[in-house]
């Protein structure tokens, strides 16, 4: 069974850098079929995409996002990242990652737990 | 910029059918932007129930079915049960690889 799994600071402070990682174990890492992606929720609101990354390191972005963010794979580690810059409070959220089906269909099918993210001083 | 829409909530009674909605605020839904649908309990991860507007996730019952309806994709539930009540939120797929949300229904089975 596909298992993703978050890990990162639950808490980051105001203007710095968010730096988190997934690692992806059960299952294939490098397919055609999918890229793995990352979403989040802010605390009671709804969820928003912020990118997803295929295992060569091509990417897309929520556009919305797409100046402050920065996803990477090590495909050795089976594990994808996400770097977004100068965190404000708008941006404490739980950060999720998934495994983002891109074979002629687009849609979410295996999700890790999530990571609480605190912006704060 | 175009938003994806759905109803803030909605509330079934046991046993009742209910069709939840997913819109755009500009344009019509269509198959072709690939319509998938999560189920998501307070604290917990979404759960995958439709893809491809109408083809169910491995597990999910068959109450739970995806479509078109008019200019929007739609999820409709046969039989709602208590275990239902969650909040459901649609993705759609608009093209150069963005994939979009929709704001999320909260539906209350009572």
């Known amino acids: 069974q596909l298992q993703l799994q978050e890990s990162g600071p639950g808490l980051v402070k105001p203007s710095e850098t968010l730096s988190l990682t997934c690692t992806v174990s059960?299952?294939?890492?490098?397919?055609?079929?999918?890229?793995w992606g990352w979403v989040r929720q802010p605390p009671g609101k709804g969820l928003e995409w912020i990118g997803s990354i295929y295992y060569t390191g091509n990417t897309y972005y929520n556009p919305s996002l797409k100046s402050r963010l920065t996803m990477s794979v090590d495909t050795s580690k089976s594990q994808f990242s996400l770097s977004l810059t100068s965190m404000t409070a708008a941006d404490t959220a739980v950060y999720s990652c998934?495994?983002?089906?891109?074979?002629?269909?687009?849609?979410?099918?295996?999700w890790g737990q999530g990571a609480l993210v605190t912006v704060s001083s | 910029q175009t938003v994806v829409t759905q109803e803030p909530s909605f509330s079934v009674s046991p046993g009742g059918t209910v069709t939840l909605t997913c819109g755009l605020t500009?344009?019509?839904?269509?198959?072709?932007?690939?319509p998938s649908w999560y189920q998501q309990t307070p604290g917990q991860a979404p759960r995958t129930l439709i893809y491809n507007t109408n083809t169910r996730s491995s597990g999910v019952p068959d109450r739970f079915s995806g479509s078109i309806l008019g200019n929007k994709a739609a999820l409709t539930i046969t039989g709602a049960q208590a275990v239902d009540e969650s909040d459901y939120y649609c993705v759609l797929y608009m093209g150069s690889g963005v994939s979009v949300f929709g704001g999320g229904t909260k539906l209350t089975v009572l």
């Open positions: 059960g299952g294939s890492f490098s397919s055609s079929s999918y890229y």
């Open positions: 500009s344009g019509s839904v269509s198959t072709y932007y690939y």
């Open positions: 998934a495994r983002h089906m891109w074979s002629g269909y687009f849609f979410f099918d295996y």
